[in-house]
């Protein structure tokens, strides 16, 4: 899924599901070797977690909002609210590790 | 509905496209604000050919565009200019009459370098080649393409700056560098004067693009040697790791994702190439420019269709020691009755691509322009093979010609690994539509049938002593002993030995197959 400063309210905030963000632009080659993984894991997680990308370069108003200043930067949004963030290329096997550990602790809220 | 592999690019990648408005130039917290021109938060672009769009979010795809045009190589974007550096040259002259066949605005600087390095070695083109005012005439009667030449060398910025701003290219192909790992091995001046000639004719270049025509596409020509090849079987990527590659250290582990491969050159002339590589990799972090960084697998071969149409057509051909690429130089020997010379054990394995495929990589490049900032490695090969492999190759399509071949090892005058494994991974230019389409076996048979008629043939006498390497790396300069002379039947692979493995997926998705529909 696409990101942009004018869905980012809708699609992201708004979500209720949690929402993972991958913050890139075309001159980061890391951002560029992280992209088929992020694909992937979108297909994967659809329906328990909304995972897309963000052009830092195209949509400069979120990316300054959330204060982003090396990329790939990753944000989990919960509800609105930042519940991970990491900066730096992660393999498959990192980002999945995130994933499920936020989803995790989501049941376990549930469960209480 | 057809497919093709660039529908969904956008004007972000087009470069048409004029930015205005509220692009923040790294927005990474090294924004240079370059584009804050218009109020409000919206990035906006004006397009060159389509005023009348006015001011408009980048978001247009090419499939949307009418400026972008189906081909049988994916959309072209209509009348595109292209200037192509070193346009005299086996690989710029060719291409310059396929993108003019393919309806291109095609310009090209040359200073006539190559005819004066291979006048040097006292050989000549085999294939012969007139003066470039008779070329552009001949390009003009045979195929209707009209070249806007003009004789500069790249090294002289203030006439480079002149053309470019004449011509504002919107895609730059530079193949205006010596190609010569033996030429830089002669003797301290010549390694000095390819390294400046090769290194600071790309460094100028990159800050004129900067100045003058920051939004065009730098094709950029590297080799596979920029690499190396690894004893340790290490897949070559395409410049950079991919993000599950780690690095694991006292038990820690760190994604090597996007972080540059090794480079491990083979000659000073490939130490000008990864030179290169960087400086165009920081060019583009610095100032948003944007290129392809092509590794280029050894090309050979005589044959396009529009090299075909007429004689005067012809591209050069090289078979010198220091110009002749492997594939053209056996063919050559073929013909003059030398044996083949394999160096050393004749074990080595490198990519190669025919100049046909070569081309048309080139064309699914240009189709595709990277979006502002992105420098992209682009591994350019068809097939990987042994060089003994090779050799075999071309002694038995020589026998189909009447030739009998013969391959000898002689001693090797490089510095490098015999015998090695080789493993490539080439992705970029298959995901935008590209499908080797020529076999070895087929190009050296247009080779044979090009280069065993007469005239030729008394021109590759004339040149036959130029043909054995005496350039070695040590600095010596003599023949190299013969270790052996074969039959191309006794030249096997051994069983269990290294054999090249190749990483091209040729099923993606957004490929238009125009040859079904030319069935």
Known sequence: MIFTDKNFQEEVLKSPIPVLVEFWASWCPPCKMVEPIIDRLEKEYM??????????????????????KGLPTFIIFINGKIVYRGVAAKTENELRRVIEEILASQDEEVRV | MNTYHNDRLTCWNCPSAILRGNVDFRACGQSMRRFTSMEGGDVVIECERRPELGHFEPTINFSECPQWKPTKYGRLLDNMRVLILGIDGYLGWTLALKLGALGFEVSGVDNFLRRRMVREKGSMSVVPIASMEERIKAAKKYLDIDINFRKIDVLNRDKLADFLKEVKPEVIVHYAEVPSAPYSMVDADHAIFVQKNNVLGTLGLLFLMRDIVPEATLIKLGTMGEYGAPLTGRPLFEGFFPADAVLLWNGREWSLGGEMTPRDPVSFYHVSKVQDTFNVYEACKYWWLRSYDVMQGVIYGVHTDELATDDKLRTRF??????GTVVNRFVAQAILGIPLTLYGEGEQIRGFIALEDAMECMVRLISSPPEPGQYTVVNQVSGLYKLKTIAKTVAEVGAEFGFDVKIQRIENPRVESEVHPLEVVAENLP???????????????????????KHIVRRLEKVKDTIIPRTWWSGDKRDPKVLGVYSPDEVREEEGGFRGILHMPLDSVFVYRWEDEEK
């Open chain 2, 431 to 453: 995901e935008r539509g590209f499908r080797p389409r020529v076999s070895l076996e087929r190009e050296i048979r247009r080779m044979f049938d090009l280069l065993s008629r």
């Open chain 2, 318 to 323: 090289d078979v010198d020691e220091w110009f």
């Open chain 1, 47 to 68: 329906g328990r977690m909304k995972i897309g990308k963000m052009n830092v370069d195209i949509n400069p108003v979120t990316a300054k909002r959330y204060n982003v």
